[in-house]
């Protein structure tokens, strides 16, 4: 079966450089939410999309938006990067009221 | 707000015996429990859900909750743990706010399964 496909599976940015991670969720889901996990942390909520429709907003730096397209796939994109922003970023998807998938992450470093 | 609480950051058991994880919620409306397992440097995997329903609810790999609304409770079990379990187990709840709603994890926990 289809699962959520995130790119880059890694990525290495320089400070105050930009980054844009992408997220292709499961088929016909219409809902995609982002998470950041930080070095031995819980996922913390960023953002998530309805319908290409801003839904929920959790901890998001203003340095940071998203947009969700077409097809439900949605950009993560990451301005001034801080070495504080090194973490695995996380893609989700669902349909109505059922569970999550996820996608494998992106790890972002920066240095 | 929704929450849930992991009050263990570490369990340790040895193969072959049983296992429990606990995790206790806190949501306005009705709960929806999720239970994920996250490998070293992987991506989070669903094990089992809680929507409505059997308080017992079977998942993945052996795994299975039980959901006790009197405790607030959603601890994850396995009769009899394998050392491949080992791995961060994070319990999380939505409310029913919207199709829409986010996932709320808790601090997870690390299981150690010995030969």
């Known amino acids: 079966a289809a699962g959520v496909i995130q790119s880059p599976r890694h990525l290495i940015k320089e400070k105050r450089e930009t980054a844009t991670l992408k997220c292709y969720p499961i088929p016909r889901h219409d809902t995609v939410y982002w998470y950041q996990q930080g070095p031995g942390q819980d996922p913390q909520f960023l953002i998530s999309f309805y319908e290409k429709m801003q839904s929920d907003k959790g901890s998001i730096p203003d340095r940071f938006s998203a947009q969700q397209f077409s097809a439900y796939h949605s950009e993560l994109n990451m301005s001034s990067l801080e070495l504080g922003d090194s973490a695995l970023y996380f893609c989700a998807s669902s349909l109505g009221l059922g569970g999550y998938t996820f996608g494998s992450g992106t790890r972002l470093t920066v240095v | 707000a929704q929450s849930v609480a992991q009050p263990e950051d570490q369990v340790n058991v040895a193969e072959g015996n049983p296992l429990t994880v606990k995790c206790t919620y806190s949501v306005s409306g009705n709960p929806y429990l999720f239970w994920y397992v996250q490998y070293p440097n992987r991506g989070l995997q669903f094990l089992l859900k809680y929507i409505t329903g059997d308080n017992l609810v079977k998942g993945s790999y052996g795994f299975e909750a039980e959901f006790n609304k009197s405790q607030t409770s959603f601890h994850l079990k396995k009769p009899s743990a394998l050392v491949s379990d080992s791995a961060l187990y994070f319990c999380?709840?939505?409310?029913?706010?919207?199709?829409?709603?986010?996932?709320?994890f808790g601090t997870g926990t690390r299981l150690q399964v010995t030969l």
């Open positions: 999380a709840v939505r409310d029913d706010a919207g199709t829409a709603s986010k996932l709320t």
